[in-house]
């Protein structure tokens, strides 16, 4: 499986942006999809996940009622709405498969990941 993530770059506090991520080879339209971000100097942090059907999400509290996640299994691939974006969120955020049932924020879980795309916010 191979993930190709887009869609970052460089706003303003308050703004927008939509990130996607592509899949292909083997795709996983029967299994979790996932975002993640790592600040510098700082961990991989879950930000949400979404089922495969898309009828259930999963988001982390800090992104909670800003970012919605959401998939085309059809196009084989997952979007990230980021809205009222704040200098914190600031990051490269991944997306990742995990080809399981359940929804999870736990990194090891998911097989694969895409390379990343920058966020970057300005105050």
């Known amino acids: 499986v191979q993930l190709q993530a887009s869609g970052g770059g460089s706003v303003q506090a308050g703004g927008s942006l939509r990130l996607s991520c592509a899949a292909s080879?083997?795709?996983?339209?029967?299994?979790?999809m996932g975002w993640f971000r790592q600040a510098p100097g700082r961990e991989r942090e879950f930000v949400a996940a979404?089922?495969?059907?898309?009828?259930?999400?999963y988001y982390a509290n800090s992104v909670q009622g800003r970012f919605t996640i959401s998939r085309d299994n059809a196009k084989n691939t997952v979007y990230l709405q980021m809205n009222s974006l704040k200098p914190e969120d600031m990051a490269v955020y991944y997306c990742?498969?995990?080809?399981?049932?359940?929804?999870?924020?736990?990194?090891?879980?998911?097989?694969?990941w895409g390379q990343g795309t920058l966020v970057t916010v300005s105050s």
């Open positions: 979404i089922s495969w059907s898309g009828g259930s999400t």
């Open positions: 080879g083997r795709t996983f339209s029967s299994g979790v």
């Open positions: 990742a498969a995990d080809p399981g049932r359940l929804l999870t924020r736990t990194p090891r879980a998911y097989d694969y």
